[in-house]
């Protein structure tokens, strides 16, 4: 039950933010970024060092979304770089994260288990290019 919940929460959030987005159109960041833009969805790149990613200005890291706490997060990004975000996303209350396939790995899910966000994640090989039109319905 906690997926459905998970799933409603995410598509249900205001706005949303993609983290693992780059200038490399074959990279599947940016292709999830592409996503959200070609379904018109109000989305917010993060990136470290990049202004602007597919036309979209771009924050630095989800601490400078303009609300946190109503932005579901999509992240596509190496494992360590995740758990750290999950952190993140922890302190600023983010509702709903979708972690895409190949951006966990067993202490991420460790992280998610014992810090009671299980049904604030999507985890697990789900991935929005995929699924995420008919998660939305």
């Given amino acids: 039950m906690a997926f459905e ?10 706005a949303y933010a993609v983290v693992g987005a780059s200038k490399d159109q074959t990279k599947y960041g940016t292709k999830v970024l592409q996503w959200y833009k070609a379904r018109e969805m109000p989305v917010t790149p993060v990136h470290p060092k990049e202004t602007e990613l597919e036309g979209i200005a771009a924050v630095k890291s989800i601490e400078e979304l303009p609300s946190p706490s109503t932005t579901s997060i999509s992240i596509i990004t190496p494992s360590k770089i995740t758990i750290d975000l999950l952190q993140k996303a922890k302190e600023l ?24 966000m299980v049904d604030k994640v999507i ?5 929005v290019l ?8």
């Fill in 123 to 127: 985890y697990g090989g789900s991935c």
């Fill in 5 to 14: 919940a998970v799933k409603t929460a995410f598509f249900h959030s205001p």
């Fill in 130 to 137: 995929t699924e995420g039109d008919n998660f939305r319905k």
């Fill in 93 to 116: 209350n983010v509702p709903a994260l979708w972690i895409q396939p190949g951006a966990s790995d067993s202490a991420c899910i460790k992280f998610i288990k014992e810090n009671d």
